[in-house]
């Protein structure tokens, strides 16, 4: 132990002691606010004492009656994090889980450290910090005991929120601890469990939140409420490369329930008291629109990926031999492209916030996968300091990236700040439809050379891509296992908005990627498990410039796959094979296709997935299958396209989602390998696509190569 | 505007709103019911579901003024504390991923659950197919829909 004053190595931990004798650890705690959070929804009354009696510089604090709260600062977006992180916090401090209640924390940049739901990156940024939290508080409290006992610590155990005096059975509560162990100077360095002591991680946790959602409790952005406030819709232009010209509000502001209707930049937002009546006034409103920039169909698209796949100047990603020379060598030569549509998020609640803007500053309520950017964007418009805009962040009805932006958050503030009242912003579906920010349209063109062993020697990969920047990420398999590679991108500068898209660029990426990899398999008459297991075995003996991802772990994963799936054993289905690394885990799936009635019906996917340590099996579990119903629902139906610069689909008639009845089997394994956890929110998605695709080649001979699957030529031929 | 009454979860409530109002919007402004969810607005994703005379209803395209007499339940009347079946049933197979979706799969599921105690799994497609989940928590919804149903027999 060294002196609380005597800081230690990284200035990790403070205390405090709480208004109510409690404990509490933080982490780059630096000094009291003093500010009582105002928990979202009134869940702070769920600590068991009084909310005042907690100080927010914290992530976990102990009442006298021996319940421990658990504040969660990442906005929890549906994977998993409101409940990943108070396991991995109560399990070093060995707390009893029924004890825990957890509390999401608002916006806090001196108190927290990326408060983002995005890039599967919760769990590694926080794992070790948690950890220690946890660790921490458990080391005071037995210093406490030890006191109180006068016995040695080294006599001391903990199990389930106790501190038991092994040699006479002596128990102590962390309850009845907690004011002691306050007062204890901060130990520098904390011991971690062993893995195999955990009691907490790797169990099936139930989601915290289970309760309040089951019971229809109002948890969402969208089911915020606050006395006296207005709501508002806000019509954008309705084609992109449109821009206001002018607004007739006359009829609209006189319907009834309308307070106003205000003009920002190219949008009109109607105000008023009801959300009914102010969906029905902005439909009364007479708006002018005029081109500022192209309209762009997707039939001009298609056009312009022929043009960005064709021309000879491209974005160089990376460069690997002589790739010309490998492909005037080689034996064959394999070539396709691959080809996904713009798609929309489509999160089950709509974009939404609550703003209001103040003389003094601004309260934001909402859901947000960022809140800090809510902030600073908010900050930059209004012209004042980040401090004077508070967040806090409510449970999200879906993000899917979406909420990565801060485009509704303005809205919003920019609505409030104009009618002078606090204001909740509401998207419709045909709003989140057509509001913008899509997964990109892009085109891949693949070409590999074999030589006469049927070894790929040249790999070339050019990404056309609709506002997608970098279409490619070029140091991923296999990228390291080919001798000559040429990875470059083109991209069109297009009115229509993109944004990240749950796996961005990956999403389909690893589709194209992966459903080629079978193609030049098949062609080199190699076993497409064997092959990518050849390729990552040459990247191993003979790597090939800079290597980013895991050779073993990604054999890991495909021969856990293979095995779990009895991969090429089975004569009633057909099997395709599919692998990828994203977001720093590796996910192999087989898909499992059968013939019925003529046609073909994906039966089953086995999933392999290694992200190190699982969290919550629960958890783990349900992302990885989400991630493929999700990956699967996409490639089968998932399609937005444009007319004259506007969406076509505008809501879930015309734009299909996968339901309930379409669904294959789901066989979910990990790899228990005791690594550092990596995380899952995006990894399981990538390879579903190809899975799939190469199991109805399997059983049809025929290749999807462009997405949605169901609309293309090659299943409708099927019958 | 107009004043309706409506008898809602056993209690009455008085709304003060345009006829043409859809019942979810009533729930969710007027009455302070916000566990009915907003998805699509045009009964094609079952987030608003509700019961009305004990049958599944689409909350989003029920005008108020079609609601007289009606009785309507809602998720918060479905059991206030979560101890019906199929709530349990939802909490023990863990089935929330976000959970913006599960109010209205979950009186879909009760709903079908009144109607056809012993569903096979088809049935369970077929009754569950209007209500989308985004987060795909489809397996769970199948097993939760099950356990719930060996537990109400
Ligand atoms: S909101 Fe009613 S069915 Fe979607
Ligand atoms: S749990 Fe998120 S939409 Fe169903």
């Not at chain 1, 016995?151 to 038991?164: M, N």
């Not at chain 1, 002018?288 to 022929?306: M, R």
């Not at chain 1, 892009?442 to 020697?457: K, P, S, T, W």
């Not at chain 1, 296709?593 to 003529?598: H, L, P």
């Amino acid at each position: 132990m060294k002196n609380g004053t005597n800081q230690s190595r990284r200035n990790f931990f403070r205390q405090a002691a709480t208004a109510g004798g409690g404990l509490v650890l933080g982490f780059n705690w630096l000094e009291t606010s003093g500010s009582v959070p105002s928990i979202v929804n009134g869940t702070a009354s769920v600590a068991g004492t009084a909310a005042d009696a907690f100080d927010f510089n914290s992530y976990l604090s102990i009442s006298p009656k021996g319940i421990i709260t658990i504040f969660s600062p990442n906005p929890e977006v549906g994977q998993g994090i409101k409940t990943a992180f108070p396991i991995i916090v109560a399990e070093d401090l060995d707390a009893d889980w029924k004890a825990v209640k957890v509390l999401q924390a608002p916006l806090d940049t001196i108190k927290f450290q990326r408060q983002v739901a995005g890039g599967s990156g919760s769990i590694p940024h926080s794992w070790k910090r948690l950890r220690e939290a946890g660790a921490t508080a458990r080391q005071m409290l037995m210093q406490a005991a030890a006191s109180r006992l006068n016995v040695p610590v080294a006599e001391l155990t903990t199990q389930k929120g106790v501190v038991v005096h092994t040699p006479t059975g002596r128990k102590l509560t962390y309850g009845e601890l907690a004011a002691d162990a306050a007062k204890l100077p901060i130990p520098a360095d904390v011991k971690l469990k062993d893995q195999k002591d955990f009691k907490l991680i790797g169990q099936s946790i139930k989601n915290v939140d289970n309760l309040p959602i089951i019971t229809g409790k109002p948890l969402f952005g969208l089911d915020f409420y606050r006395e006296g406030m207005l709501f508002a819709m806000v019509q954008r232009p309705v084609a992109f490369g449109l821009k206001l010209k002018s607004v007739d509000a006359a009829t609209a502001k006189a319907m009834p329930g309308i307070v106003d209707v205000v003009t920002f930049k190219n949008s009109v937002a109607v105000v008023g008291k009801s959300t009914w009546q102010v969906k029905k006034a902005r439909e009364a409103l007479k708006i002018e629109w005029e081109k500022e920039a192209g309209t762009e169909s997707t039939a001009d698209h298609n056009k312009l990926f022929a043009q960005l796949l064709g021309q000879p100047d491209a974005t160089v990603r990376r460069k690997d031999g002589n790739v010309e020379e490998a492909f005037r060598n080689a034996a064959k030569v394999v070539k396709s492209e691959y080809q996904c549509p713009f798609l929309p998020h489509s999160p089950l609640e709509p974009m939404n916030f609550f703003a209001h803007v103040r003389a003094d500053g601004a309260e934001l309520v909402g859901p947000t996968q960022t809140p800090e950017l809510a902030r600073n964007e908010t900050a930059k418009l209004l012209g004042i300091p980040p401090e004077k805009v508070t967040v806090e962040m409510t449970r999200m009805g879906g993000g899917f990236g979406r909420r990565l932006k801060a485009d509704f958050v303005l809205e919003a503030v920019e609505v409030s700040r104009l009618v002078k009242a606090p204001v909740k912003l509401i998207w419709t579906r045909e709003d989140d439809m057509t509001g913008g920010s899509y997964r990109p349209a892009v085109r891949y063109r693949f070409e590999a050379a074999l030589d006469v062993q049927g070894n790929m020697i040249g790999y070339k990969l050019r990404g056309a891509g609709i506002n997608a920047g970098n279409s490619t990420r070029e140091n991923n398999f296999p990228s390291g296992a080919v001798d000559h590679l040429l990875i470059d991108s083109a991209d069109h500068k297009s009115p229509i908005t993109t944004g990240p898209w749950r796996a961005p660029v990956t999403n389909f990426l690893a589709c194209a990627e992966q459903s080629f990899l079978d193609e030049v398999a098949f062609a080199a008459g190699k076993d497409p498990v064997q092959f990518r297991l050849e390729l990552l075995d040459k990247a191993k003996k003979a790597p090939v410039g800079e290597i980013k991802y895991d050779i073993d772990r990604m054999k890991g994963v495909i021969r856990l796959a293979a095995e779990k799936s009895g991969w090429g054993r089975k004569k009633e289905v057909a099997q395709g094979f599919s692998v990828y690394f994203s977001h720093a885990s590796y996910v192999a799936q087989v898909a499992e296709v059968a013939m019925q009635k003529g046609k073909p019906v994906v039966r089953k996917i086995y999933a392999a997935a290694d992200c190190g340590v699982v969290v919550n099996q629960s958890g783990a579990r349900q992302q990885v299958m989400g991630g493929i119903v999700d990956g699967m629902g996409h490639a089968m139906y998932g399609n937005l396209t444009f007319r004259d610069g506007a969406p076509e689909q505008t809501n879930f008639n015309s734009y299909r989602m996968i339901r309930i009845n379409e669904i294959p089997q789901v066989e979910v394994h990990f790899v228990d390998n005791g690594i550092e956890p990596t995380g899952l929110g995006e990894p399981a998605l990538p390879p579903t696509g190809a899975a799939v695709a190469n199991a109805l080649f399997k059983a049809t001979g025929k290749r999807l190569r462009n997405q949605p699957f169901a609309e293309q030529e090659e299943l409708k031929g099927v019958s | 505007m107009a004043l309706y009454k409506l008898k809602i979860n056993g209690r009455d409530y008085r709304a003060d709103v345009d006829p043409d109002t859809p019942l979810l919007w009533v729930l969710r402004d007027s009455l302070g019911l916000a566990g009915t969810k907003y998805g699509c607005g045009i009964a094609m994703c079952g987030a608003c579901t509700v019961h009305v005379n004990g049958e599944a209803a689409r909350s989003c395209v029920l005008p108020v003024s079609s609601l007289a007499n009606a009785k309507i339940t809602t998720i918060e009347g479905l059991s206030a504390t979560g101890d019906h079946p199929v709530q349990q049933a939802w909490d023990e197979t863990d089935v929330p991923q976000c959970g913006y979706c599960q109010a209205g799969q979950i009186m879909m599921a009760a709903a079908l659950l009144k109607r056809n105690p012993k569903p096979s799994g088809e049935e369970i497609d077929t009754a569950m197919a209007g209500n989308l989940c985004r987060c795909g928590t489809y397996h769970r919804i199948r097993e939760a829909i099950q356990s719930a149903a060996n537990k109400i027999r």
